[in-house]
């Protein structure tokens, strides 16, 4: 099917690159004419401003994917879109917006018969080749129209084995997407997964830097100020270890390039995802001791910098290609 797709960052461009593989046609927009033309030398159709991106696109029902930084860039997008579509078209948002944001923007668009959709997205610089992991939301009949886009988007079956209690025909869910409920549900579970993804990152961070640690402490016996290779730590805990992930295998990555993480500042953003779940979690009177520490971790990382601070930095680049403040190139 046809789609266009604003935003060619990071995930935006890879996207549209994964869809095309799939067979489907991109009409592109980017506020960067040069990330607009890199696409179109892939194949997409260059637009260079939503009115014509609008106009390019096939007669209705038609379908947008907005792939922009939450906020206010994400907010007088689906504005404009809203004055350019019509009745049966889809505004998808991809990003990382506020669930509440979507209900409201949702309602806006009702009037006009826009279906607004949240897609929640998570796959980063590596979904090009691995496919994204996509949790929807959004009424049903929209989403039966663009089913098509989120499957090919899906890293579907692949080399992970199925849950041996799900029998018969594989649903949805083990192909790597979901409709999640109506809208706002997608980016909800989006947030908490990614307030569970700080709590990850935090306890792999530390637990390194307790490794590293043990071979300066000067208050124990020599005997015990072990000097541990983290490299081979990293890399063996990758094989058959319980804790084995993929972000222990970009922490595996970082530190065999760089075993003192020097590149890093130590300097860790959050996105926003993990102050909204610690809001949620305070909201449903829900304990979330682990996450929330995560969060304050990563507000303390900005006065004091660690070793476990520069894990984390490693493995949002490692991720999603985030560039901390202060990192070296």
């Known amino acids: 099917m046809q789609i266009g797709i604003i935003g060619l960052g990071r995930m ?17 927009f980017d506020a960067n004419a040069k990330a607009t033309a890199a696409l179109a030398a892939d194949g997409a159709t260059a637009a260079g401003s939503l009115a014509e991106l609008v106009e390019k696109l096939a007669p209705s029902p038609r379908a947008v994917w907005v792939m ?30 506020y669930f509440r944001d979507d209900i409201r923007r949702a309602a806006a668009l009702a009037p006009k018969g826009i279906h607004y959709m949240d ?29 098509p886009i989120f499957a090919a988007l899906a890293p579907g079956l692949g080399d992970v084995p199925r849950t041996p209690e799900r029998k018969g025909e594989p649903t949805r869910a083990e192909r790597g997407y979901i409709h999640a409920g ?22 792999i961070a530390e637990g390194f830097d307790i490794l590293r640690s043990r071979a300066d402490a000067a208050a124990l016996p020599e005997a015990e100020r072990y000097r541990l290779d983290m490299a081979d730590i990293a890399e063996v805990w990758r094989r058959g270890s319980v804790v084995s992930s ?20 130590g300097f860790v953003e959050d996105s926003g995802e993990g102050r909204w779940t610690v809001e949620a979690a305070v909201e449903e009177a829900v304990p979330a001791e682990v996450l929330s520490a995560a969060l304050y971790a990563r507000f303390r990382s900005r006065q004091d910098h660690t070793f476990a601070e520069k894990m984390l930095s490693a493995m949002r680049f490692g991720f999603g290609g985030h560039v901390e403040q202060g990192r070296k190139t």
Not at 13 to 24: D, E, K, T, Y
Not at 120 to 139: F, K, P
Not at 182 to 203: D, L, S, T, W
Not at 246 to 265: P, V, Y
Request: charged share 15%; with cysteine; glycine share 18%.
């Open 12 to 28: 935006g461009g890879n996207i549209s690159r994964r869809l095309m593989r799939a067979g489907h046609h991109c009409v592109v």
């Open 68 to 97: 922009l930084p939450a906020g206010r860039i994400t907010e007088e997008t689906v504005t404009a879109l809203a004055g350019l579509l019509g009745r049966g078209d889809v505004v998808i948002d991809g990003g990382n917006s």
């Open 119 to 147: 897609a929640g997205t998570s796959g980063g610089v590596w979904g090009l080749e691995r496919g994204y992991c996509l949790m929807v939301g959004g009424a049903p009949e929209a989403f039966a129209a663009v089913e």
């Open 182 to 203: 109506p809208v706002g549900a997608g980016h909800f579970v989006k947030m908490v997964h990614n307030g569970i993804e700080y709590g990850m990152m935090q306890a």
């Open 246 to 265: 993929w972000l222990l295998d970009l922490t595996a990555s970082a530190l065999a390039d760089d075993g003192q993480l020097a590149r890093f500042s």
